[in-house]
Structure formats: structure tokens, C-alpha cells
């Protein structure tokens, strides 16, 4: 089993450019949830998805967006990028519709950086 | 609103000596509460959680955690450290004012010298 998977890994932008990162989630899991975790930060829960919808969303702005595909992976969009969105951003997958956090995986993450 | 308070920013301890990592939580609802681990370039590995259960929770790698309601607190120990153990915890909240989110303390970082 692979696990929660991301990709890439790392990524450099630069300000006001547009970011798309991509999660695929543990086999048999039907929800993904994706967290900031900025530096010496706790993570900081961004959006999740089930069914192709976003289901629930935390206090960040507009320009994150996301989409979740008929085989459960989910892409995160970022868009006029700011420095403040330099993070690790992680991609937690989860089974039986998310009912349950203590069945959170989470994947390695996607550092970005933007100059 | 939910809240985590970890105490601790750094503990240093020595191999073969107990871990004390300090935690406090605000919740308005019957709280869920979790400590993860977080080594580097690894992703997030659950240690433990407490869900209105037995209040003295044991997580994997020896590691155990006692939920005090009185106290706001959900503290995590180790009788004996390991190297292996040096890593970030994250101490963690959820309840159904937060629904399906967690929300994350702002990590303690834990050093084991030999």
C-alpha cells in the first residue's frame, strides 16, 4: 500500500503566479483534506472533499481552490500567490466518508516556496 | 472556539530518561484529542487518541497520554526516551463545532541526547 502520495514534492514560485499541487490518496479512503503547515506553525486546515464537492472549508481566502477527481485524488490550486503562502502543504486522506479523524493518513507533503 | 496551547516549545531529554510533553486544550463540546508525531521529510503519524473513552489513553511506541477534563489538559509521557523518539509532537483537537477539521497545536519540538 502506498499510502497518501503527493507531488512534486518540492516547488519554487514566484509572486503572483499560479500553483497546482496533487494528492492521491491511501487506497480504499473516499475523502481528502489538505492543511497548511507554515514554519515552526502547526498544520492548519485548509479544505476538504467528498463525492467531488468541498464539504468543509477553513479561514483561508478564495485564491485556494480545490478539485476532487472521480478516483478520490485531489489537486490544490493557489492562485496570485503570495510570500505568506510558502508552506508545507499536506494532504490527508481519510475512509468512510471522513466520519472518522482517527483514520487520518497523512502524506509527506509539498514544500513550496515562493520568492 | 477550539483551541490547543502546547507549553513547551523545545524539550531536550536524555536516552533512558521520562518524556513529558504539556498540552491544554479549549473546546465548548466533548473534544476529541490526538497527539501526532512528525519526523523529518516524513508525513504525520498518529501516537494516540482520546475519543470519551477510557481517560488514560497508551498510543503506540510506549507513549501514553491521560485526559484531564478538570484540568483542560491531555499531556503526553514516556517512561523512557529513545533516540528514535526526537522529533515534532503535535498535540490536536477536534469536536463538532470543528466537524471534519483538525486543529493543531503549534508542535513541540522533543531533543534526546545520549
Known amino acids: 500500500d502506498a499510502g497518501v502520495t503527493q507531488s512534486p514534492t518540492h516547488l519554487i514560485k514566484t509572486r503572483g503566479q499560479q500553483v497546482t499541487l496533487r494528492c492521491s490518496p491511501k487506497?480504499?479512503?473516499?475523502?481528502v483534506s489538505w492543511y497548511q503547515q507554515a514554519l515552526g506553525q502547526g498544520p492548519q486546515f485548509i479544505f476538504q472533499?467528498?463525492?467531488?464537492?468541498?464539504?468543509q472549508r477553513g479561514n483561508f481566502p478564495d485564491r485556494f481552490s480545490g478539485h476532487q477527481f472521480p478516483n478520490y485524488s485531489s489537486e490544490l490550486n493557489v492562485n496570485a500567490l503570495l510570500l505568506g503562502d510558502s508552506a508545507l502543504y499536506l494532504c490527508?486522506?481519510?475512509?468512510?466518508?471522513?466520519?472518522?479523524?482517527?483514520?487520518?493518513?497523512f502524506g509527506s507533503g509539498t514544500q513550496l516556496s515562493v520568492l | 472556539a477550539q483551541s490547543v496551547t502546547q507549553l513547551d516549545s523545545h524539550v531536550s531529554v536524555s536516552e533512558g530518561t521520562p518524556v513529558l510533553l504539556r498540552c491544554n486544550y479549549s473546546?465548548?463540546?466533548?473534544?476529541?484529542l490526538f497527539w501526532y508525531v512528525q519526523h523529518p521529510n516524513k508525513g504525520l503519524q498518529l501516537l494516540l487518541k482520546?475519543?470519551?473513552?477510557?481517560?488514560l489513553v497508551k498510543g503506540i511506541n510506549g507513549f501514553e497520554a491521560e485526559f484531564k477534563k478538570s484540568e483542560t489538559s491531555f499531556h503526553l509521557t514516556k517512561p523512557s526516551a529513545h533516540m528514535s523518539d526526537a522529533a515534532e509532537y503535535f498535540c490536536?483537537?477536534?469536536?463538532?463545532?470543528?466537524?471534519?477539521?483538525?486543529?493543531f497545536g503549534k508542535g513541540t519540538t522533543l531533543s534526546v541526547s545520549s
Open positions: 490536536v483537537v477536534s469536536d463538532r463545532q470543528a466537524g471534519t477539521a483538525l486543529i
Open positions: 490527508a486522506s481519510s475512509p468512510d466518508r471522513g466520519r472518522r479523524n482517527e483514520k487520518l493518513f
Open positions: 482520546y475519543t470519551s473513552a477510557a481517560t
Open positions: 487506497s480504499g479512503h473516499d475523502t
Open positions: 472533499y467528498y463525492e467531488e464537492e468541498e464539504r
Open positions: 473546546s465548548s463540546y466533548s473534544p476529541s
